[in-house]
């Protein structure tokens, strides 16, 4: 008993065009083609997009309205200024703390003159 006709045609046609098919899937060509394909309506979609946010962006310029990207940059401004807030005021509660007990040392001797001299 032999194999299925529909068998021996596929295994005719693998034999003929397997080999080929192995060495151009091996190829650097190979990885080339298959990473611009996959990756070309990416990068495509990214181009597309990037031109309507500008003509949006200038749009919204022209209506004196923040667009995204203002708002993007002015949210980094901030996020910057708030750290350096942060910074500053950790010195800010050491000075303030100092200057307590600098006063609290200047008027000790005050508050102990003026004992003495209700106290006699």
């Given at each position: ?85 942060r910074a500053l005021s950790l010195p800010a509660d ?27």
């Open positions: 008993m032999g194999l299925p006709g529909w068998r021996e045609v596929f295994d005719k046609v693998e034999r003929a065009i397997g080999a080929p098919l192995e060495d151009a899937v091996a190829s650097p060509r190979y990885g080339t083609a298959v990473s611009f394909w996959v990756k070309g309506p990416a990068a495509v979609q990214r181009a597309v997009r990037r031109q309507i946010d500008n003509k949006l962006a200038a749009v919204l310029h022209l209506l004196n309205v923040p667009a995204h990207t203002d708002v993007q940059r002015l949210s980094k401004q901030l996020t910057v200024l708030a750290s350096e807030v050491r000075i303030s703390t100092y200057v307590e007990q600098r006063q609290a040392e200047l008027d000790a001797p005050k508050k102990r003159a003026i004992g003495s001299v209700d106290g006699a």
